[in-house]
């Protein structure tokens, strides 16, 4: 049931908040708050708390610079960790532009808008994440290493696994939060972790997202640990992905699910696989956002290469869990948790979306083991591989309509424009590895 202001300025009064973070996302992902007291709700709630946008990297220049934050009141919560009395809350907000209409490069909107379309064609997207990350120890001076005590593998417990008592707060933490967790285990890489909240409304899963990322870092913290969603923090061992499991619904019912085909997949499920397909190239620049995300995106480690889908086997780029009925979904493997999850929901749904408006078929689904196969193999099958690097996947996003569409104008320039400037910082620099193998040599 949707909270409304009284509602939460009456949970505010009983939890004694004192005060209350206002939060919202940037263009890249990056979680910003300003922070009020409680006298101050009852005009935050009411739409009249300014901050100045163009202190927010990719937001707008200093002369349109007055923006206001529209907290939703169904994001009030009331953080487990901080001090009983005097406590603090958080509410998300949509940015709004100084005459009252929505900022098209609040990544909110731009997941509402494509929300607000697929709501036309009578559809409502539920998303289920799986997200990674690793637990490293910091130095001295509280500075992160790339060092981890585990020696755990996949599913192990104590008295290998000294990020559990870490991760086991974290878990208490989120389901205070009112997330329900359904597994959380350690990853196959040393120090790595994994916590699967059940899936939801897409836009409540972005905000979780958001918050997950938030709680994981701070309950590190207590720990002394740090918490890290880089895609691939360390050179030869598996790198941290974040699965995304996708499903439409229209009149309450699986729009995925049919009884009545060999593999009870429907139609709109063929194509809304087709879309991502299409579109894979380009969405890689939204969800695999960073110069790093591509060194996880290679064969061998179970992270997907390659454009492909399957019900069988874990290589491809999307693969169909087995459980059907209401559970039918699919599952896209490429996202990793550095990415912006309004947009990388936003740009997955629009990619479906365009497949199911013009049935797009996917090609036969791949059943083999797709990294054992040979360059001539995959070509013979049509398999295109995802791009290799971001420079790539950004001339892909800036060739594709359809994807930019999702993003707007205004959040695609300024995207295209700050990836571009991190792909030339990495262009140019000298790092570690040449001199490790041309220095002596030449």
């Known amino acids: 049931m949707a909270l409304t202001k009284e509602d ?4 505010a009064k009983e939890a004694d908040v ?3 973070r206002l939060q919202f996302t940037d263009i890249f992902g990056i979680l910003k708050n300003v922070a009020i007291t ?4 009852e005009k935050a709630l009411d739409g009249e708390m300014m901050f100045d946008g163009s202190s927010i990297e990719g937001f707008v220049r200093i002369e349109e610079s007055d923006m206001y934050l529209i907290p939703d009141p169904n994001t009030f919560a009331v953080f487990p960790w901080r001090p009983r009395e005097g406590s603090v809350a958080r509410l998300i907000c949509d940015v709004y532009k100084h005459d009252g209409s929505p900022f098209e490069g609040c990544p909110r909107y731009n997941l509402k808008k494509v ?3 697929a709501a036309e064609m009578g559809y409502t997207m539920n998303v289920g994440p799986e997200a990674e990350f690793f637990l490293f120890h910091t130095d001295n001076e509280g500075k992160p290493t790339t060092i981890t ?3 755990a593998g996949y599913f192990d417990l104590t008295p290998v696994d000294l990020g559990e008592n870490a991760r086991r707060d974290m878990v208490l933490t989120l389901e ?3 997330f329900e967790i359904e597994a959380s285990h350690h990853e196959v890489a040393p120090g790595q972790h994994e916590i699967d909240f059940k899936y939801d409304d897409a836009l409540d899963i972005a905000d979780k997202i958001m918050t997950f990322k938030f709680v994981v870092r ?3 913290q207590r720990h002394g640990l740090h918490a890290t969603f880089m895609p691939k923090p360390i050179f030869g061992i598996a790198g941290s992905g ?5 499903s439409l619904f229209s009149n309450g019912e699986n729009a995925f699910f049919d009884p009545g085909t060999p593999d009870q997949l429907s139609d709109i499920a063929k194509y809304y696989i087709g879309g991502l397909m299409k579109h894979a190239r380009a969405m890689s620049a939204i969800t695999n956002p960073t110069v790093n995300s591509y060194k996880r995106l290679v064969s061998g480690y179970e992270a997907p290469a390659y454009i492909a889908w399957s019900a069988r086997n874990r290589s491809p780029l999307i693969r169909i869990p087995a459980k059907r009925g209401a559970s039918t979904r699919i599952e896209l493997r490429n996202p990793d948790p550095s990415c912006n999850p309004y947009l990388a929901i936003a740009v997955a749904l629009k990619a479906g979306l365009d497949g199911i408006k013009n049935k797009i078929q996917p090609p036969p689904p791949v059943d083999k083991n797709i990294y054992e196969m040979t360059e001539e193999e995959r070509a013979a099958e049509g398999i295109g591989n995802l791009p290799q690097n971001l420079y790539e996947a950004i001339q892909e996003l800036r060739g594709d309509e359809v994807i930019k569409s999702a993003l707007g104008d205004h959040t695609f320039n300024r995207f295209v424009e700050a990836k571009m400037i991190e792909w030339d910082r990495f262009r140019v620099h000298v790092h570690p590895w040449e001199l490790e193998e041309y220095l002596a040599i030449y």
Do not use: S
């Open 149 to 151: 005590h585990d020696r």
């Open 176 to 178: 205070e939060l009112g």
């Open 218 to 220: 701070t309950i590190a």
């Open 18 to 20: 004192k005060f209350i």
């Open 8 to 11: 939460v300025l009456i949970k």
């Open 115 to 117: 929300l607000a379309e």
């Open 242 to 246: 974040m699965h995304m499991n996708q």
């Open 38 to 41: 409680v006298e101050q709700l």
